[in-house]
């Protein structure tokens, strides 16, 4: 399984903000065109990937939306907005919450996330500009790729996820999150992981 982990400081955390314009929600159509880049593919969806949506907006961080699309999953790209929005209202507090079949919503924080990740033995790698060339790097089929919105990761969770993981660059410029989810995509397709 391949993962990705998307991460936005500002993203918002209420079904209610969804309802207005996506650039408002903390920039949630950055996160929204990533999920679309990572699962959806010409006339099918890319099963073996799930998303995770980290969100640290208001007016109740941090949320945790995690989809990973199967047969029975309500989804295209037309309703996206509509399943992230229905997660974040159905999600119940203190528990994990199945809203639709495959997609999850539960308050739990970015690093939580990924130590869970690696508990299960995921590798998982960070995109950074400055990072080893992702052609390069070994990557095995239980891999997750952690990235940011527009203002990136937080230093702080930054600086102590380097200690653990590797950094991987997917080129010399900086690229839009759903860019670099499709190079990403991509790249693996190659390798047949």
Partial sequence: MKHFVYFSAKGAT??????????QAGRLDIAIHSFIQAIFLSHNFRRDVTFHFILYGMPDPPKHIEICVNDETPISKKNVVK?????????????????????????????????????????????DKKGESLREVKIPTECAFILGDHEGLPKQEMKRLKKYLTPVSIGP???????????????????GI
């Fill in 83 to 127: 399943l992230i929005q229905k997660l974040l209202y159905k999600g119940k507090k203190g528990e994990k919450t199945e809203v639709e079949p495959g997609c999850f919503v539960e308050k739990k924080s970015f690093l939580k996330v990924v130590e869970e990740l690696m508990e299960k033995e995921v590798e998982c790698f960070i995109l």
């Fill in 14 to 23: 209420s079904g209610k903000a969804l309802s207005g314009d996506l650039m």
């Fill in 173 to 191: 410029h900086m690229y839009f999150a759903s860019q670099t989810v499709a190079v990403v995509n991509n790249e693996l397709d190659f390798r």
